[in-house]
C-alpha cells in the first residue's frame, strides 16, 4: 500500500468521531414551518403544530378540539406504518387564546391535585397512607427542582 492511500492516525480519528457522534441530530428532526406561514398564523393569532394521521389523530383535533387545517401547506410523508403504508403530517392551528384557556385548565387539574395531595388525599380523592401524605408531599415538592413558586 503506498502511502499516498494510507490515512495518518488523526485523519483516522476525526472519522471515527464523526461517524459517532449524532448528538447534533436531534433537533434537525423536527419539521418546520415555513416562515411565511409562521408569520401569517402569527398576525391571525394562531399556532400551528404538526400531527401524524395515523389513526384518528387528524379527526380527533379538527373535530373534537379546536384545531383546524393550514391551507397552502402540503402534508409531508414523515413514518411508514406497520402495513407499509406513508404516514403523512398535516399542519393544523389552534387559537392562541383557546391554547391558553386550555393549559389554564390543565394548571388547575394539577393545582387542585397538589392540594388535595397536601390535605392528606390521593388524585382520585382516596386518602393516602399516613406515610404518603401531607409531611412527605410537601417535603417532596419543595426539595426537587421542578417545586411551585407559591405555596398551596
Known amino acids: 500500500m503506498s502511502d499516498e492511500l494510507r490515512l495518518t492516525r488523526a485523519d483516522e480519528v476525526a472519522a471515527q468521531r464523526r461517524r459517532r457522534d449524532d448528538a447534533n441530530l436531534g433537533p434537525k428532526l423536527k419539521l418546520a414551518v415555513p416562515d411565511e406561514v409562521r408569520a401569517r398564523l402569527a398576525a391571525e393569532g394562531r399556532t400551528a403544530r404538526w400531527v401524524n394521521d395515523s389513526g384518528s389523530r387528524i379527526a380527533d383535533l379538527t373535530t373534537r378540539d379546536d384545531y383546524d387545517k393550514v391551507e397552502g401547506v402540503e402534508p409531508v410523508k414523515v413514518d411508514v406504518d406497520e402495513e407499509g403504508k406513508p404516514v403523512f403530517a398535516h ?24 392540594a388535595g395531595m397536601l390535605k392528606g388525599k390521593s388524585p382520585t380523592g382516596q386518602p393516602l397512607e399516613p406515610k404518603l401524605g401531607a409531611a412527605i408531599y410537601e417535603e417532596a415538592m419543595h426539595a426537587n427542582k421542578i417545586g411551585r413558586n407559591q405555596v398551596l
Do not use: C, H
Open 91 to 114: 399542519l393544523l392551528a389552534k387559537r392562541d387564546d383557546f391554547i391558553a384557556e386550555d393549559r389554564a385548565k390543565q394548571d388547575q387539574r394539577r393545582k387542585n391535585a397538589e
